[in-house]
């Protein structure tokens, strides 16, 4: 198959090294980290690029056959799919459509399921670790994750934009008041890649706010499925032309809507 993929950088590690394994043709889009936290710009973005690919105007994607003056109308050759490399992330993936193209997105509330390999894992281990924050290597490589270097950029901010240090101090701590709803830091180590340093960097940011380190082993069944094209009712949701993406509030996350 020949398969259109668009992913958030948080999954950039584990989908390229997937990708490069594949028998399938993976044309792969990261599109940065934090969207998640605006779901209305994530969901412009991904239907833009969603858009720019069904028009072949999209910058990222492969033309098979070349590159003219002006853009061919349609692909020599057409992807049998495009992957949504997100959970349903805040609603950023609700009210996406393709007009010609299946969409094909994991069930999961965000991508912490996705480096799990399953949702019933993720609901296990919110269950074990309540208030948890989650660490991974492409995580921490893509994103300002929460540490104690990340509380000084924000001092360093604020006081070169002219706050005083009573002032300073007041808006800092209503700003990082949310780590105290937090309890946990869990880093994922994923099979085949790790590095010491970045177990090191979660279970130093545990240590400066006062959460619980924990170390957990990933799976990689959920995102092998998904770049094989193994897409089971159970664990994917695959979004016929013409259809929409929605949230079910239920056990299986997202449905098809008209």
Not at 56 to 70: A, V, Y
Not at 157 to 164: I, M, N, P
């Amino acid at each position: 198959m020949r398969l259109k993929l668009l992913a958030c950088k948080a999954l950039s590690r584990e989908l390229s090294y997937l990708s490069s394994l594949s028998d399938n043709n993976i044309d792969v889009t990261f599109i940065r980290q934090g969207y998640h936290s605006a779901p209305d710009v994530l969901r412009r973005t991904l239907q833009e690029e969603i858009d720019a690919v069904e028009s072949g105007r999209d910058s990222h994607t492969n033309e098979l056959g070349g590159i003219g003056e002006e853009p061919s109308p349609y692909l020599p050759e057409d992807f049998d799919a495009i992957l949504i490399g997100y959970g349903l992330c805040s609603n950023g993936v609700v009210g996406l459509r393709s007009k010609r193209h299946r969409l094909v997105i994991p069930r999961g509330h965000d991508c912490i399921t996705l480096f799990l390999g399953s949702k019933e894992r993720y609901a296990r281990c919110f269950q074990d670790w309540p208030g948890c924050f989650w660490y991974t290597a492409s995580w921490i490589e893509n994103s300002s994750m929460p540490c104690e270097a990340a509380q000084k950029r924000q001092v360093e901010y604020y006081r070169e934009k002219g706050y005083d240090e009573d002032d300073l101090d007041y808006f800092l701590e209503s700003m990082n008041d949310w780590t105290k709803t937090y309890r946990n830091a869990a880093y994922i180590r994923m099979p085949f890649f790790d590095k010491a340093e970045y177990q090191e960097f979660t279970r130093d940011a545990a240590r400066f706010y006062g959460w619980d380190y924990n170390l957990v082993d990933g799976e990689m069944g959920l995102l092998e499925r998904f770049i094989a094209g193994d897409w089971n009712e159970e664990d994917f949701l695959v979004v016929p032309p013409g259809k929409t993406v929605a949230a079910s509030n239920d056990e299986r996350i997202i449905c098809c809507a008209d």
